[in-house]
């Protein structure tokens, strides 16, 4: 149960902190460069990436008092105290413990032992529980041993559910981008030598520059892959002019690690399908990402 409260807590508190920035920056968008606004939302759309609070709640905190708070108070009672033996008070007023005489004890007839009383038969019952205590402490009724049922763990299986959905999602996105992916590869060509160039000389001729194709399956440039980036173009005609801002934006996103922020997007609307805001973090983060290049 405390993790699922955990979880209900940063989302309530997560989703107050996404209108609060979104307000900002939109009273804020011309006070502000793209890039700050970029910043932001990332560092909302990582945090949410791990949906619990990393503070330690003050509830949970032990809770001290003295110097020895770990051990335990035990309450000693005293036993009551003997009663003294009676003191006797002879004539002269001397007084002291009463002393029986020796002719009183002469005097005083022997006791008999009593008659030795024979104990009664034992049951088979009685003899097994003589020596087997054990076993009878252990040991409870039928209608008590029929309630001992262990029921299933409500908060437990539906910390389960949210674990197994959120990564559901998550890996059915990653596998639907890369088939998407590998269906626009098969139509990809290779670009002229005048767009080969362009990208060259923008990326100051590095062998770490990322690739460059042409695909007739899409509307505008984006960058992919995870190892190798690939920068895609739609197949238009452009001029070197719009060439070169195109290359540029791409390669602004290439070297500030965008493709990471946006595997970050996938893994926080995945582990935060339940909250509408989450959506809006994202596609704020996503819109921010692609001003602050231009």
């Not at 020895?68 to 413990?97: F, R, Y």
């Not at 409500?154 to 088939?179: E, M």
């Not at 005048?194 to 042409?214: C, K, N, Q, S, Y």
């Amino acid at each position: 149960m405390s993790a699922l409260l955990k979880i209900a807590s940063f989302s309530l508190s997560i989703s107050a902190v996404i209108l609060l920035f979104y307000v900002v920056s939109r009273v804020t968008e011309r006070r502000f460069s793209a890039v700050c606004r970029y910043l932001m939302w990332v560092f909302v759309v990582v945090r949410m990436c791990v949906p619990v609070s990393l503070l330690p709640s003050v509830i949970n905190l032990p809770v001290t008092v003295g110097e020895n708070a770990e051990t335990a108070v035990v309450e000693t009672v005293k036993a009551p105290a003997q009663p003294a033996p009676p003191e006797s008070v002879d004539l002269i007023g001397n007084s002291g413990p009463t002393e029986t005489p020796p002719e009183a004890i002469s005097d005083q007839t022997p006791v008999t032992p009593a008659t030795p009383v024979t104990p009664a038969p034992r049951s088979e019952d009685d003899e097994r529980k003589i020596q087997d205590p054990v076993s009878q402490k252990t040991e409870r009724p039928a209608e008590v041993q029929k309630h001992n049922i262990k029921l299933p763990n409500i908060p437990t299986l539906i910390l389960i559910s949210y674990v197994s959905v959120a990564a559901f999602l998550l890996i059915l996105r990653i596998i639907g981008y890369n088939l998407k992916m590998h269906a626009l590869k098969r139509r990809f060509r290779k670009p002229d030598e005048r767009a080969v160039g362009i990208l060259l000389e923008l990326g100051g001729f590095d062998m770490r520059t990322p690739d460059i194709v042409i695909s007739s399956d899409v509307a505008g440039p984006f960058l992919f892959g995870f190892f190798r980036k690939t920068i895609v173009l739609p197949d238009v005609r452009l001029t070197d002019e719009e060439l070169r801002g195109i290359l540029m934006h791409e390669l602004v996103h290439f070297r500030r690690g965008d493709l990471l922020m946006k595997l970050a997007g996938v893994v926080c609307l995945s582990f935060n399908f339940f909250n509408p805001l989450a959506y809006l973090a994202v596609s704020m983060m996503n819109r921010e990402m692609e001003l602050s290049c231009d």
